[in-house]
């Protein structure tokens, strides 16, 4: 298993780019202004939560995992012609991004029956479905992102047909991505949530891509290797984070 501390010193601290005002801070992730109004910077911590922050605490060397790894995904994504909002790294906890007004809907594609799906159709967890799920959250804590479809999203205003067009097409893409690179490292993406925001009127995928927002299950063993070990107390989790760090940079 691979150390927080050798795996924070494979970057050197700092960029040149300087951190300005807060502009946002969640759960896990803090976002700065730059002197370029274009670029952001997002700092990744450990700070855990789950089931709408009524589920608390820290998960050691997580934020760089996350920040590493969403870095080495996007740069994956973009050079298969996925846009999005990755600029660069510029530290073990920062990376630089384009300036996105995100929509406020969480995109879920499955590829296993698990989670919130299994849940809402009282169907067990671990079956592979004969296609892709791809599902819409209206990205709302305090309504605990309830699920929604695209008449309301359109009917809200949220975002046009040929808006959401895009978004399910390069949401199909993304996974289909993700699926191969997760598959040659012997990990199976049950599912995941993606966030897509509107750049200079170019949609691009924002957010990060992680163990936070992925379901990982080891092939065979079906290991659950993502925040799943967290919100259901299964222990071993900085050590899952630090394996599936091994396995995308390795
Ligand atoms: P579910 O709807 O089954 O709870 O989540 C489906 C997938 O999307 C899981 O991989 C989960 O990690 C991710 N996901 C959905 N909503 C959120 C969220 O609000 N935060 C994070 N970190 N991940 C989410």
């Known amino acids: 298993m691979m150390s927080q501390k050798k795996c924070e010193s494979t970057i050197q601290k700092g960029g040149e780019m300087k951190k300005g005002e ?3 801070e969640g759960k896990a992730k803090i976002v700065y202004k730059t002197d370029d109004p274009d670029l952001f910077i997002q700092y990744f911590k450990d700070d855990a939560t ?11 060397g997580k934020g760089v995992v996350n920040n590493k790894v969403s870095a080495k995904l996007f740069e994956l994504l973009e050079s298969k012609g996925i846009p999005t909002h990755f600029v660069k790294l510029l530290s073990d906890r920062e990376m630089l991004m384009k300036r996105l007004k995100i929509m406020p809907i969480e ?10 799906m299994s849940k809402m159709l009282a169907i ?7 296609e892709p799920v791809l599902e819409y959250h209206y990205k709302r804590d305090d309504l605990h992102d309830p699920l929604f479809n695209e008449y309301h999203i359109k ?4 975002a046009t047909d040929e808006e959401l067009d895009r978004v399910d097409t390069l949401s199909f893409e993304i996974n289909e991505i993700l699926k191969a690179f997760f598959s040659e490292r012997n990990l199976d993406l049950v599912d995941f949530k993606l966030e897509f925001g509107k750049h200079k009127e170019r949609i691009l995928l924002g957010d990060e891509i992680s163990p936070d927002t992925c379901r990982l299950w080891e092939k065979g063993t079906r290991k659950k290797l993502d925040k799943d070990r967290f919100r259901r107390d299964l222990g071993g989790i900085e050590e899952a984070y630090q ?8």
């Open 243 to 250: 394996e599936v760090y091994k396995r995308v940079m390795g």
């Open 107 to 116: 995109v879920t594609v499955r590829n296993i029956t698990a989670g919130g």
């Open 50 to 60: 789950a089931f709408d922050a009524t589920k608390r605490g820290t998960i050691i």
């Open 155 to 158: 009917a809200l205003g949220l």
């Open 124 to 130: 067990e967890e671990g079956i592979v479905l004969k």
């Open 22 to 24: 807060k502009i946002y």
